[in-house]
C-alpha cells in the first residue's frame, strides 16, 4: 500500500509536471486570453438611475436595464445571437439600440426601446443604407439627428428622425462630398466637414437659416477636427489642430475667418490625439496626448480631482470613464494594464465611492501575464522607432525564440494595454515584438507622412531593423525569428519572407493584404473620396505600377522559400478570396511548405469562437514546428 | 560391387545428363520469352509513352495556363499599355509559343459604346487596343483609341469574351459565392491556337455589373477591365523528347496529317494537343531497326540476369555434386583406417592369444620356453600400448589439449640417442646425420622425439631392402631451424604428395600391407604445426623422399 502511494505520488507529481511549460508557466488555454465577458457596453442612464449593459447567455446577446440604487436587472430585448452592435440612452427613459443586418456592408436597422422593455419601435427599414447617429440628445423629446446615405450611397444626409413614429426629415443635403457633420451645444448643425479626397474642408454657418460657407481647406495630412463650440464666444470652435505643426495640439478657431486664434494647449514634444469636452459645465475637461501610451492633461480641477480620486481607489491600473449621467454624478469606470483587460466600475463622485460591476475577462490572472513594455531604436536612416516588446514569463531574456507582430494599417499603431494575441504567444514561451513603424499614427504628421508609398520598402526596413536591434542587445536568436500578422500586419509578414530574406526563419498570415491592387480596389464605392488619399497612401496603381507589384506578395511567389501560415476567411469582404488561393496554388508548385487554413464562419471573430480557436491552434503548432524546434 | 549395390550405390550418370540437358532446355526456354516480353514491352512503350512526351512538353503552356493567365487579374484592371507591354515581354520570353498578344484596355461603364457591347444599361468596350509581339512593329502597337476607330473588328475576340461575361453576369446568382473554377472559365476563352483572358474582378464588382444592367448609377461609375487576347503558335512548342532511344522523331503536325509513305519499314503513332491546340498532334515515328535497337537493349540485362541465374544454378550443383564426392571418399577412408586399426590390433592380439594358449596348454614349461613367451608377451604389449599411445596422442595433439614442455636440448645428443634406437631395432638401417650452426635448442623433447621417430619408421618402412638409408642434417637457417629427412625411398607419386598429410591415408603399394593405420604423417604434421613450425616434402618415384621441418629457433 505504502508502495502504491509513492508511486501514485510520482505519477501525480509527473503529471503536473507534463502540464506545466519549463519554467513553471502555465500553458492556458487559447480561448481564455480572447474571453470577453458576458457583460459588456455599460452605460448609465441620463437622470444617473439605471444602468443599462448588453448579456450574453449562451449564443444570444441582450440589453439589460438594471436600477443602480436596488441592483434589480431586466432583460429588455429578445433578440438571437449577437445582433447589437451599438445602444445609447436616448432620454431617462428611452434607448435607441442598432441592429445588425448585413455585417458584410455594415447595415442595419435602428431600433427604439423603453427601459422597461416595452413600446420597442423600429425606426428605419432601409436594407441599403447606412445609418449613423450624429447627436445623442434628443431635440424637442422627440428629433434625433443622424446622417444616412438612403438617398445616394456615396453620400450621407442629414436627417432630422422622429423617434416617435420614425420619420425621417431631411435637416441638410449633401452636395456631395461632405463627409462629417457636428452640432453645437443645443444640437444645431452648424458645421460640416467636407471632402474630395485629399483636402479636407471646413464649412460653417451661423445659424440653420444660413448656408454653410467653406472657411478653411486640408490637406488629409494635416488633421483639424472641431471638438466643441466654446461657450460664450460666438463663432469659436474648441478643435485638435496640427495644421502648421507637426504634432497635434488644442487650439481654439475662429470660425469666420478660418484662422486660429490661440493654442490652448500643446507644443511640438508631445502629439495630443484627443479631447474631452464637458457638456455640463461648457468646459474642455481634459486632453489625451500620446507617448508610449495614452495620458491625460487636465483642463479642469474638478476633473483632475475624479481621475485623482479614482487613481487612489484603484491602483497601479488605467481608468477610463466610459459613460455619466448627465449630472456627472455618476460615472461608469473601465480599468486596464498591459496583464490585465481590466473590471467595469461605477463611480459616485458626490460619495467619492466605487461599485465593481464585472471583470472584463475573469479567466485572465495578472500573475499568469506578461509585461508589455515601450522599446526604442533607430532605424538604417536615422528615424526613431517606438515599439513594444513582451517577454515570456520566467524566461531569460537571452536566445529567445521572437514572433514579430506588424500592426494592421494602412494608417493604424499598436497601444499600450492588455492585447490577447500578444499575451497568448508569450504565453507559449515567445518573445513579442510590436513595431509602430513609419506610417503609423499618433506620433506626428511627418512619420506617418514618411510611410506613405513605403509599402514593402522602408517600412519593412524599420520592422527588420528592429529585428536587428533584437538580435544585437542578445534577445533574440537569430535563428528562431518568425513574423505573424493579420490584414497590412500579414501583408508585412509575408512581404518579409523575400524582401530581405534572412531574417525570418517562417512567415504566418491571417487574412493578409497580399496584392495592393487588389486592396485599392477594395474600396467601396461610397468611400469614392478616399481612392485619392488611398492612392497618396498606397500608391498610384497607373504611375506606381512597378513598385507595387514589387512589393506585393502575390507577384513574388518565386521568392518565397519559407515555410508559411496562410489563413483567411472566404466571407471576409475585404480580401479576395480566389487571389489567396492561387497565391498558395503557385507557392505550392513550388514545393514551398504552406499550411492554408480556411475559414467559411463569421469574419468577426469575437462571432466566431470556433474560427478563431481554429486559427490559434494552428498558428501555435506551425509556430512550434517552426520556431521552438529549430 | 556386389556389396557396392546391396549398400544402395546408385550410378549418376544418366541423372547428370538428364539434369544438364533440362537446364539447357529452361535456359533457352527462358532467354526466348524474355525476349519476347522486350518486344511486347517496348511495342506498348511505344504506345503509351507518348503521354509522357506530351505532359512534359505541354509543361510549358500548362504552367502558363494556371500560373501566368491568372496573373493579369493581380492587377485588377489596372493594366495601362506600358504595364502591359512589359507583362508580355516576359510572356513572350518565358513562353515562345505565344506569338502575339493584343491588349484590350477597357471599361465598364453606364454610357453605350460604339465599338464593344452594349447590353441593357451595361457597357463593355474598350478605350484603346495594342499589340505586342516580337513581329509586331513599332508604329503598328497601337491598333484602337479613342480617335482611330477603324481597326475594332466586330466579330473578333473581345466581343466573344464580351459576350460571354454579359450572360455569365445575367445568370450570377449574387447570394453564394462562385468558385474559382466558374469564374476562370467564365472569365477565359479558349479556341483554336488562342486564349482570350479577361481580369476577373472582385465578386462587389461583379455585383454592381449585374446592377448596371437593370439601371444607371449615379454618379457613373467606371470599372476598369484588361482583355489579353494571346495568340499561339503550336509550332513552337518546344518538344521534349523523354525517350529519344523509343521515339526517333517527334513531330507537331495538323490534326488530320496521315502520310500514305509510311512504308512497314516505320512504326507510328500519335496523340492530340490540349486546349487551343486541339487542331494539332504529336506525331511519333520510328524505324523499325530503330525499335529493334530499344529491345535488345532493353533485352539484354534481362538475359544478362537469366544467365547469371542459371550459372549460379550449375554452380551450386556442382558444389553439391563434389561435396558428395567427396564425403563418399571420407567415408571410404574412415572405412579403411577402421579396417587397418583392427588389423594392427588383431595381430598382437591373436600372438598375445596363442602364447596364452601356448602356456595354458603346456603341462611344462621350460627356462627357455618361459623366456620366450614371456618376451613375446612383453612385445606384444608394448606393440599394443604404442599404438594406443599414438592414437591417444593424435586425438590430443588434434584437440589441443596437451601443454608444450619447453626444454633446453643439446641437439647432437638428441639425435645421435634417436640414431641409436633405432639401429638397436634395425641393424641394416644406415642412419646418419650431421649438425650446423647450433649445439643447443629449445623444445618440447617429447614431441620432437615423437617426430624424429615417425619419420625415421617411415624412411626404413618405404625402402627396398638394399637402400635402407636415412640422413638427417639439422641447421640454423636465418634464425630458424631446418631439419632434412632425406631417404633413398621408394618416393611418392607426385599426384598423392597433396593427401600424404591428410588423415587415415594411405598409397596402397607392398610396403604397408600389415602394420599401418596411415596416421603418421597427419600425426607428423599436427605437431609441427602444434610447435609453431612448417612441414614440406619433395620427393621423386624411386628416387627417395625429403621431409623438410622448419622449426622457431628460440634458445
Known amino acids: 500500500m505504502v508502495v502504491f502511494k509513492k508511486y501514485f505520488f510520482l505519477f501525480l507529481s509527473l503529471f503536473a509536471l507534463a502540464c506545466t511549460q519549463k519554467g513553471g508557466v502555465r500553458v492556458m488555454p487559447i480561448d481564455d486570453f480572447f474571453k470577453s465577458q458576458n457583460r459588456i457596453g455599460y452605460r448609465v442612464s441620463p437622470d444617473a438611475r439605471n444602468l443599462s449593459y448588453l448579456k450574453l447567455e449562451g449564443k444570444n446577446q441582450n440589453l439589460y436595464v438594471e436600477d443602480i440604487e436596488t441592483g434589480k436587472g431586466k432583460k429588455i430585448t429578445q433578440l438571437k445571437e449577437k445582433s447589437i452592435i451599438f445602444y445609447f440612452w436616448v432620454s431617462k427613459d428611452e434607448l435607441i439600440y442598432y441592429k445588425e443586418t448585413d455585417p458584410a ?37 422627440k428629433y434625433l439627428l443622424v446622417s444616412s446615405n438612403k438617398r445616394d450611397s456615396t ?194 463622485s458626490e460619495t467619492g465611492k466605487i461599485r465593481k460591476l464585472s471583470d472584463f475577462n475573469s479567466a485572465i490572472n495578472e500573475d499568469e501575464m506578461c509585461e508589455m513594455k515601450p522599446v526604442s531604436y533607430v532605424s538604417r536612416d536615422g528615424m526613431k522607432i517606438e515599439g513594444y516588446l513582451t517577454l515570456p514569463l520566467k524566461m531569460k531574456a537571452e536566445n529567445l525564440p521572437v514572433v514579430v507582430l506588424p500592426h494592421d494599417g494602412p494608417v493604424a499603431r499598436d497601444i499600450w494595454g492588455y492585447n490577447p494575441e500578444v499575451q497568448f504567444l508569450a504565453n507559449r514561451g515567445y518573445a513579442v515584438f510590436q513595431v509602430n513603424y513609419r506610417g503609423s499614427t499618433g506620433y506626428g504628421k511627418a512619420f506617418m507622412a514618411a510611410g506613405f508609398k513605403e509599402w514593402g520598402c522602408k517600412i519593412q526596413h524599420d520592422i527588420n531593423d528592429g529585428v536587428k536591434w533584437l538580435i544585437s542587445k542578445k534577445i533574440a ?154 | 560391387m556386389s556389396s557396392e549395390k546391396k549398400s544402395g550405390y546408385r550410378k549418376n550418370f544418366p541423372l547428370i545428363l538428364t539434369f544438364i540437358i533440362l537446364m539447357l532446355v529452361l535456359f533457352m526456354l527462358s532467354l526466348l520469352l524474355a525476349y519476347r516480353f522486350s518486344t511486347k514491352y517496348i511495342e506498348n512503350q511505344f504506345v503509351s509513352e507518348k503521354v509522357n512526351v506530351l505532359e512534359q512538353s505541354i509543361r510549358p503552356y500548362n504552367d502558363f495556363f494556371q500560373k501566368k493567365l491568372p496573373e493579369v487579374s493581380y492587377y485588377n484592371g489596372y493594366l495601362d499599355s506600358a504595364t502591359a507591354s512589359n507583362f508580355v515581354d516576359t510572356v513572350l ?56 476607330t477603324r481597326n475594332f473588328i466586330a466579330g473578333d475576340d473581345f466581343n466573344a469574351l464580351a459576350l460571354k461575361l454579359v450572360s455569365y453576369i445575367e445568370s450570377l446568382d449574387t447570394t453564394r459565392l462562385p468558385s474559382q473554377d466558374e469564374l476562370f472559365s467564365n472569365f477565359s476563352n479558349v479556341r483554336s491556337n488562342k486564349i482570350t483572358y479577361l481580369n476577373i474582378p472582385r465578386i462587389e464588382d461583379l455585383k454592381m455589373y449585374k446592377t448596371m444592367m437593370r439601371k444607371s448609377l449615379n454618379p457613373q461609375p467606371i470599372y476598369q477591365q484588361d482583355m489579353l487576347s494571346f495568340q499561339l503558335d503550336p509550332y513552337k512548342i518546344k518538344i521534349i523528347n523523354s525517350r529519344p532511344l523509343l521515339y526517333q522523331y517527334i513531330k507537331i503536325e495538323p490534326l488530320t496529317y496521315d502520310p500514305l509513305e509510311t512504308s512497314s519499314l516505320y512504326v507510328t503513332t500519335e496523340i492530340t494537343l490540349p486546349g487551343p491546340f486541339s487542331d494539332f498532334k504529336l506525331y511519333f515515328i520510328s524505324s523499325k531497326s530503330f525499335i529493334d535497337k530499344e529491345i535488345l537493349s532493353y533485352f539484354l540485362p ?182 632434412r629427412f632425406a631417404d633413398q625411398g621408394i618416393g611418392i607419386p607426385s599426384s598423392e604428395i597433396n593427401n600424404i598429410f591428410k588423415k587415415f591415408f594411405r598409397i596402397q603399394n607392398q610396403y604397408n600391407q600389415n602394420g599401418s593405420v596411415g596416421l603418421g604423417l597427419a600425426f607428423c604434421k599436427e605437431l609441427v604445426n602444434f610447435m609453431s613450425g612448417e612441414i614440406t616434402v619433395k620427393s621423386k618415384v624411386d628416387k627417395g623422399t625429403e621431409f623438410k621441418i622448419v622449426l622457431p629457433y628460440n634458445d
Not at chain 2, 323 to 346: P, V
Not at chain 2, 401 to 415: G, H, P, T, V, Y
Open chain 2, 302 to 483: 534481362i538475359a544478362l540476369g537469366v544467365l547469371l541465374f542459371y550459372s549460379i544454378l550449375v554452380l551450386v550443383a556442382f558444389l553439391i555434386y563434389r561435396n558428395l564426392n567427396i564425403n563418399q571418399k571420407m567415408f571410404k577412408l574412415q572405412y579403411d583406417f577402421m579396417n587397418n586399426l583392427t588389423h594392427e590390433f588383431k595381430t598382437p592380439v591373436s600372438v598375445i592369444k596363442i602364447a596364452g594358449n601356448n602356456i595354458k596348454s603346456a603341462s611344462s614349461l621350460t627356462e627357455r620356453e618361459l623366456k620366450l613367451y614371456g618376451k613375446i608377451l612383453d612385445e606384444e604389449a608394448d606393440k599394443l600400448n604404442g599404438l594406443m599411445n599414438k592414437l591417444l596422442a593424435f586425438t590430443q595433439i588434434e584437440n589441443k589439449a596437451i601443454q608444450l614442455n619447453s626444454e633446453k636440448i643439446n641437439i647432437n645428443d638428441f639425435i645421435e640417442s634417436t640414431v641409436e634406437s633405432h639401429r638397436l631395432k634395425h641393424p641394416d638401417f644406415d642412419f646418419t646425420f650431421d649438425v650446423n650452426g647450433f649445439k643447443t635448442f629449445v623444445t618440447d623433447p617429447v614431441l620432437l622425439g615423437s617426430l624424429f621417430d615417425n619419420l625415421a619408421e617411415n624412411a626404413y618402412k618405404y625402402s627396398p631392402q638394399e637402400r635402407k638409408r636415412l640422413h638427417i642434417s639439422a641447421r640454423l637457417i636465418k634464425g630458424r631451424v631446418v631439419f
Open chain 2, 93 to 148: 520570353l518565358e513562353y515562345p509559343f505565344v506569338s502575339k498578344v493584343i491588349f484590350y484596355d477597357s471599361e465598364v461603364k453606364n454610357t453605350p459604346v460604339t465599338d464593344g457591347l452594349n447590353i441593357g444599361k451595361f457597357s463593355f468596350g474598350p478605350k484603346s487596343i495594342y499589340q505586342f509581339g516580337s513581329l509586331v512593329p513599332m508604329d503598328s502597337v497601337k491598333l484602337f483609341s479613342s480617335d482611330n
Open chain 1, 105 to 141: 456592408l455594415r447595415l442595419s436597422d435602428i431600433f427604439i426601446i423603453n427601459k422597461d422593455g416595452k413600446n420597442e419601435r423600429q425606426l428605419t427599414n432601409n436594407e441599403k443604407s447606412r445609418i449613423k447617429v450624429l447627436d445623442d440628445q434628443l431635440m424637442d423629446d
Open chain 1, 155 to 348: 453620400v450621407f444626409d442629414v436627417y432630422r428622425l422622429n423617434v416617435r413614429n420614425g420619420e425621417m426629415q431631411m435637416a441638410a443635403k449633401n452636395p456631395g462630398n461632405i463627409t462629417d457633420w457636428t452640432t453645437d451645444s443645443e444640437g444645431k448643425l452648424r458645421l460640416a466637414t467636407s471632402s474630395d479626397g485629399v483636402n479636407e474642408t471646413l464649412l460653417y454657418r451661423e445659424s440653420e437659416n444660413d448656408a454653410f460657407k467653406p472657411i478653411v481647406t486640408n490637406n488629409f495630412k494635416n488633421t483639424l477636427r472641431p471638438i466643441a463650440f466654446a461657450k460664450n464666444k460666438l463663432n469659436v470652435i474648441y478643435a485638435i489642430s496640427n495644421v502648421n505643426r507637426d504634432k497635434g495640439a488644442l487650439v481654439e478657431l475662429d470660425c469666420k475667418t478660418g484662422k486660429e486664434i490661440k493654442v490652448l494647449f500643446g507644443d511640438e514634444t508631445i502629439n495630443i490625439t484627443d479631447a474631452q469636452y464637458s457638456r455640463r459645465k461648457q468646459k474642455m475637461s481634459f486632453v489625451v496626448y500620446e507617448t508610449w501610451k495614452k495620458e491625460k492633461h487636465y483642463l479642469d480641477d474638478s476633473v483632475k480631482l475624479i481621475y485623482n480620486n479614482l487613481d487612489k481607489l484603484l491602483p497601479k491600473t488605467e481608468t477610463r470613464i466610459i459613460d455619466r449621467d448627465k449630472a456627472e454624478t455618476v460615472f461608469i469606470v473601465r480599468t486596464f494594464t498591459d496583464r490585465n483587460p481590466g473590471s467595469y466600475y461605477l463611480y459616485f
Open chain 1, 477 to 630: 536568436d537569430p535563428k528562431r525569428i518568425g513574423i505573424y500578422g493579420t490584414g497590412f500586419g500579414g501583408y508585412i509578414a509575408l512581404n518579409g519572407l523575400y524582401s530581405e530574406n534572412k531574417t525570418y526563419a517562417c512567415g504566418a498570415s491571417n487574412s493578409a493584404v497580399i496584392n495592393l491592387f487588389t486592396y485599392l480596389k477594395s474600396i467601396p464605392p461610397f468611400l469614392k473620396p478616399k481612392l485619392q488619399m488611398y492612392y497618396e497612401v498606397i500608391g498610384n496603381p497607373l504611375t506606381d505600377v512597378d513598385k507595387m507589384r514589387q512589393s506585393s506578395p502575390l507577384f513574388q511567389v518565386d521568392r518565397i522559400e519559407k515555410p508559411l501560415f496562410i489563413a483567411q476567411n472566404t466571407k471576409d469582404p475585404n480580401i479576395n478570396a480566389g487571389e489567396t488561393i492561387q497565391f498558395v496554388k503557385n507557392l505550392q508548385k513550388r514545393n514551398i511548405s504552406v499550411t492554408y487554413l480556411e475559414n467559411d464562419g463569421d469574419p468577426f471573430y469575437s462571432k466566431n469562437d470556433e474560427g478563431r480557436q481554429k486559427l490559434y491552434t494552428a498558428l501555435e503548432s506551425f509556430l512550434e514546428v517552426n520556431l521552438k524546434k529549430k
